[in-house]
């Protein structure tokens, strides 16, 4: 029994996925909850999954191809890959009684449209109600249908099934084809489609081709040897006894065609096309879609981390033995983040333009941008950031984190986001200017923590652990002295606030 595997509905906003790559090819025994294929959307690529267990009979969407949700995607059932339907069905129609008689004329007649294998029917059924070209696989080399009474309607489908049928009823199953004997005519009036439709585009005479089919027939190789041995020079004629044929004037070669020399072109030869990848197409297009919707502006801190640098130190080592991953800076910017968004929603807000307002959000959802490997980056979600704390944020944000890198994150974990940290910090970035995420009013670059050399507030020389705060803003909605306020409150809390009660049992 064949199961349908379909696209999935990878999220509540998303309509339609495109084949990435499949990680299973026709034939490959497959279990249930196995990967199969990679799906991208416009929000995340994901690894499906396979909904049954068998062999993978039949992919019907191939790589690259965009197909809604809910449309059957790939065949998985018991035995080996299923042949192609329109094949079979010619097939079946080659080996009925009578399907070799020639008409009365001598010439094969087409069969009428309506008299086309079920198995075609069908499918040119669903091609016609697909429309948009995102349905199963399409067949190669199969000419487009011609209209209802067109008398080459039969011609153009099924040509290559109905010669592979016919070759393999007239030679045995695959055997050779060998020459009709001499004399033997009796079946050379019955002309496939394929084998007519050659002819026509090489201006062949079907009477000059000898055909190697059971009783003359012509195939399509026939046609083919024909038009090749037609290529080649005829022989020369022999010259008369005491004479010297004269040499063939050997024929003049067109001159190679040289290249273009371009003036500077130092990179001739040396250059390489990247193709993109869909995660590198959508940030492309969702960052210049932001560029040119928001008003954006941009100032920053610089702000002393020594005291978290020192708790960190003392806790992360018994933290990673207890929580399985590492205590990284994030969770602290984190929680004195959610903390000074409450206090201001102005930054935490979206500009409206319908409502012809700004909607303060009085809760965080915290956007977490994620280099991948292999280049790309992404902004996964933690919902009710502000609800959680110093220990929850960080197995927040490292359980998006790791999804992240390992596909394994759903389009709704990239939305509702209300303000977003990127963090070119561990890249060794000191400033940096980001670009601010669609639907939000800033996001905030956490760059890299270096030991200083400063001046204390008692006007001694100390070496302080410090590091700056950069916010790209949309001035839309929030103006400059909004920003410094925001920033300067962030900046306190990071240098006065005690985690210790939050990472006492890691001590």
Known sequence: MATEIKMPQLGESVVEGTITKWLKQEGDTISEDELLVEVSTDKVDSEVPSSASGTLQKILVPEGDTVKVGTPIAVV???????GGAEQAAQEEATEPGADQAAGDGSAAPAPVDQQPAAEAEQQSAASEQGDGQGPQAQPETSPPAEAGDGASAEATGDRAE???ADKQETGGGAAPQPSPDGDGSKRGIISPLVRRLADEHAVN???????????????????????????PAPPAEAPAGEVAPAPAEPSRPA???RPVVVGDRGAGRDELVPWTNIRRRTAEHMVASHF?????????????????????????SFKQREGFNLTYMPFLAKVLCETLLEMPEVNSTYDEEQQGNVLKHYVNLGIA????GG?????????????????LARGINDVATRARTKKLSPDDLTGGTFTITNPGPFGSVISVPIIPRGQAGILGFEAIDKRVVVTDDDSIAIRSRGFLSMSWDHRAIDGAEAARFLARLKERIQTTDFTSELQHYI
């Open 293 to 317: 919707e928001t008003a954006r502006a941009w100032n920053a801190v610089e702000a002393d981390w020594t005291n978290v640098v020192r708790l960190r130190t003392a806790a992360k080592e």
């Open 77 to 83: 059932g018991e035995g080996a890959a299923e042949e």
């Open 370 to 373: 994620v280099a991948l490997e």
């Open 376 to 392: 790309g980056l992404i902004v996964p979600v933690v919902k009710a950031a502000d609800e959680k704390n110093l220990t929850g």
């Open 256 to 258: 190679p065609a040289e």
């Open 206 to 232: 079907l009477e000059e081709v000898r055909g190697s089919g059971t009783g003359g027939r012509i195939r399509k190789q026939d046609v083919l040897s024909f038009v090749e041995a037609r290529k080649q």
């Open 163 to 165: 010669e592979a049928a």
